[in-house]
Every structure is written in structure tokens, then in C-alpha cells.
């Protein structure tokens, strides 16, 4: 609160109804922001990849075995057709075929592939660390914010886009170096706030709550976050896994049929 105080013209300063309004409402702002990118940049990447360690694998399980049976029953269509017409069916030609026509589907396979192996990879910093953490990251954003302070110079903003990019990943070491370089005084030389033009920051900030609330249910209403409870009952996830296991099962089996169906033609 300091720095933006410290910005305050005389008239607005010796109207103590209006500071004491300031102070509240930026606070609020302060603890809406917080919130907000605590959910965005840390809790819910941790629930997604508790989910893709719990859940995810299943899942991509299924995918892949879905891909696997639509090959399956697209290369058994392409024999077929070369048959009927008299043409010796060519293996590797339906095989490059295919995988033309399925081309989106095959790069969705190996993007869920990819972001299966980096969620399953991440680390869980300890309560400790991620609480000083949080800690240093509300440092820089009371500091840097621009919705908190929108007379800063475009520099305090970088600033704290790298500090926010710093939070995403976890790292403490480089927050700590954040937040020594958010002292430096951006407030100094800029113009003062005069009474009226405080009471309309307020109001504005006090619209950028309600935007900041919004954001923050909408978070809370979509995966991950809503998937927060499910991940937190063993018997729940057991049945999911065990649902999907044998979904992967069927199309497998469904798949081996048309495999050997395939044999079948190209022997004929």
C-alpha cells in the first residue's frame, strides 16, 4: 500500500473517508489477484497432473485403443475396395494411405502422448516451499501489479511477468531475486492521484474485483479444479481406472477381429 499512498495528492490524502476506502478496496483487489493466479499458476497444474498420474494414462490408453480399432476397420475398407477392383491389394501403399487420412488423429495421439509424459514427470514442491513461495509472489504482485498500479513505467510490468512466469514454475530461487528487485521505487517522479481521480481508481478497482471473482469461479467450475474431489476419493478413481480398462479391453478385442478379418483377405 505504501507506494501508491506515497502517490496520493495532499487533497486526497486529507480525506480520510477516501483513503480508508483506498486501502480496503486495494486490499480486496490484492487478495482477488492472489487467488486467481494461486489457482492458475500453482493448484490447478498440480491437480492436472495428479490426474494424468492417477487417471491420465487410462485415458490415453483409450484413445489410442480407439485410434487402433478405426485403423483397423479402415484398412480391412481399403482391401476390400482393391479387391473388388481386381487389384492386388499393396500393404505399405494402404499403410501411407491411412496414415495421410488420419494424419490430426495421429498427431492428437502423440500430443497426449507428450503432455501425458510432462505431467507424470512434475514435481510437488513441499508445503514449506510452496508456501514461501506464495508468500514472495504477493510481494511482487502488491509491488508490481499493473492493475494495482497503472502509472508504473512498462519496465515494472516486464517485471512482473517474469515473476509471474517465475510462480508457474516453481522457482523459489528466482522469486527470492524478484522480489529484491521489485523495491526499486517506480512510483517516484510520477504524478500524484488527486481526490477525484483516486475515487475513480477505486471504482475501477472495484470492477477488476468483480472481474477477478468471475474469473476465479469459472476456474473452480472446469477440469482440473473441478475434478478436485473425484482425485481426493481412492474408490472413485479406482472405479474410474477400472471403467476405462475395460473400455480399452473391448475396443481391443473389436480390433483383433478386424485384424485377423484383414489377414484373412490379403491370404485369399
Not at 473517508?17 to 494461486?38: C, G, M, S, T, Y
Not at 500524484?192 to 470492477?207: H, M, P
Request: proline share 3%; net charge negative; aromatic share 8%.
Amino acid at each position: 500500500m505504501d507506494d501508491f499512498h506515497d502517490m496520493l495528492a495532499d487533497d486526497a490524502l486529507a480525506d480520510d473517508a477516501l483513503v480508508r476506502r483506498v486501502e480496503e478496496v486495494r486490499q480486496r483487489l490484492v487478495d482477488a489477484l492472489v487467488e486467481h493466479d494461486e489457482l492458475e499458476c500453482r493448484i490447478c497444474p498440480e491437480l492436472e497432473s495428479v490426474y494424468q498420474k492417477k487417471v491420465g494414462a487410462h485415458e490415453y490408453e483409450l484413445f489410442e485403443a480407439q485410434l487402433q480399432l478405426e485403423q483397423a476397420k479402415r484398412r480391412v475398407q481399403l482391401v476390400k475396395e482393391s479387391l473388388a477392383g481386381g487389384v492386388v491389394p499393396s500393404l505399405p501403399r494402404i499403410e501411407h494411405r491411412m496414415r495421410e487420412e488420419m494424419a490430426d488423429e495421429l498427431q492428437n495421439l502423440s500430443d497426449r502422448h507428450a503432455f501425458l509424459a510432462l505431467m507424470q514427470s512434475a514435481t510437488r514442491m513441499s508445503d514449506d516451499e510452496e508456501a514461501e513461495l506464495g508468500r514472495l509472489y504477493r510481494i511482487c504482485l502488491e509491488r508490481l501489479h499493473p492493475d494495482l498500479h497503472p502509472r508504473y513505467p512498462e519496465r515494472a510490468k516486464n517485471l512482473f511477468l517474469y515473476a509471474r512466469n517465475v510462480y508457474t514454475r516453481g522457482d523459489l530461487r528466482k522469486m527470492e531475486g524478484y522480489v529484491i528487485l521489485s523495491r526499486e521505487p517506480f512510483s517516484a517522479h510520477l504524478p500524484r492521484y488527486s481526490a477525484r481521480e483516486a475515487a475513480d481508481q477505486v471504482a475501477l478497482w472495484e470492477l477488476q474485483i468483480e472481474f477477478a471473482r468471475a474469473d476465479i469461479d469459472e476456474t473452480k467450475a472446469n477440469h482440473p479444479y473441478s475434478e478436485r474431489d473425484f482425485l481426493e476419493d481412492d474408490a472413485l478413481v479406482e472405479q474410474a481406472v477400472a471403467n476405462l480398462d475395460e473400455l480399452v479391453r473391448e475396443f481391443r478385442e473389436e480390433c483383433s477381429w478386424y485384424e485377423m478379418e484383414c489377414r484373412a483377405l490379403l491370404g485369399s
